[in-house]
């Protein structure tokens, strides 16, 4: 199960939440299967819409 702490943990270089969207797609196209948004990434540009914008992306709706 992918977990967005993970993630944020793991590419602490990131700045900003567009730069988190080809990373969760390059994992789901791995084959990852399970996507848990434990955490709100911490970023001023986070949008309202995260959860949504970021499930779709994983989901594959969003290339």
């Known amino acids: 199960m992918l977990k967005?702490?993970?993630?944020l943990i793991s590419n602490q270089q990131l700045q900003s939440f567009e730069e988190i969207i080809p990373i969760i797609h390059e994992i789901a196209s791995s084959g990852?299967?399970?996507?848990r948004m434990d955490v709100r990434p911490p970023f001023p540009d986070t949008?309202?819409?995260?959860e949504d914008r970021l499930e779709a992306i994983f989901s594959g709706l969003i290339r």
């Open 47 to 50: 949008p309202d819409n995260w």
């Open 32 to 35: 990852e299967r399970f996507f």
């Open 4 to 7: 967005l702490s993970e993630v």
